[in-house]
């Protein structure tokens, strides 16, 4: 089975710190995913990777940084913690470059930040 | 821009109906779509994917059918169970590695 595990299930920050959520895969799937999840809002894509140190925008990347350096890794960074960023952040992955691949996700974080 | 509906937005049932569970999207260019389950505080866990060349797929009490030319997808449920109570969402892939999410249907299942 596929797995997607990230770094915590829950966080709790300061407005203004730099934080760090981590993302790992163990399917050797080339597509990586960070969303958010708000109420009403359902999913929004902050980030996708579809390779080694390739990254694309997605709806709302503004705040948000990523880094892939190696294939199982995707790490979502806010560089200066809002209180607007307080959300449930998660991980997908999936295997075909060309789109046609199914998704898996991780377990999600949940993050507030005070 | 895909846009991708669900109706209704909650449904309660008693345990053993039969439901059907509905998904909308406005671009019929897609590569597949994907529907999801999701518990309260946990992620998605991903239930049936029907590619844009396919018609349904079926596990065990789940069918879900794909018309793209109308832009729509049902997920119906047999026998329902108390289990089965959760938030259903669907997702579209589009060209460009972009999966557009519904907001999800909540279910309800009545022991």
């Known amino acids: 089975d596929v797995k997607v595990t990230q770094s915590s299930r829950y966080l709790v920050k300061r407005t203004g710190e730099k934080v760090f959520l981590e993302c790992v895969q163990d399917?050797?799937?080339?597509?990586m995913f960070w969303y958010r999840q708000d109420p009403g809002l359902g999913l929004r894509l902050i980030y996708f990777?579809?390779?080694?140190?390739?990254?694309e925008k997605g709806d709302i990347p503004e705040g948000y940084s990523v880094s892939r350096e190696k294939k199982e890794r995707f790490s979502l960074i806010l560089e200066s913690a809002s209180t607007n960023q307080t959300s449930m952040y998660l991980c997908?992955?999936?295997?075909?470059?060309?789109?046609?691949?199914?998704?898996?996700f991780g377990p999600g974080t949940r993050l507030t930040v005070l | 821009k895909q846009e991708v509906t669900q109706i209704p937005a909650a449904l309660s049932v008693p345990e053993g109906e039969n439901l059907v569970l509905n998904c909308s999207f406005t671009?019929?260019?897609?590569?597949?779509l994907q529907w999801f389950r999701q518990d309260p505080g946990k992620g998605l866990t991903s239930l049936l994917l029907?590619?844009?060349?396919?018609r349904e797929q079926t596990s065990g009490r789940l069918n879900a059918s794909l018309d793209k030319s109308s832009g729509r997808s049902t997920l119906y449920i047999a026998a329902s169970q108390p289990g089965d109570s959760a938030t259903y969402l669907c997702?579209?892939?589009?060209?460009?590695?972009?999966?557009?999410f519904g907001t999800g249907t909540s279910l309800t299942v009545i022991p």
């Open positions: 997908a992955s999936s295997l075909y470059s060309s789109g046609d691949g199914e998704q898996f």
């Open positions: 399917m050797d799937h080339e597509n």
């Open positions: 990777s579809y390779d080694v140190k390739m990254k």
């Open positions: 671009d019929s260019a897609i590569y597949n």
């Open positions: 029907i590619q844009s060349s396919q």
């Open positions: 997702a579209v892939s589009t060209t460009g590695n972009q999966f557009y």
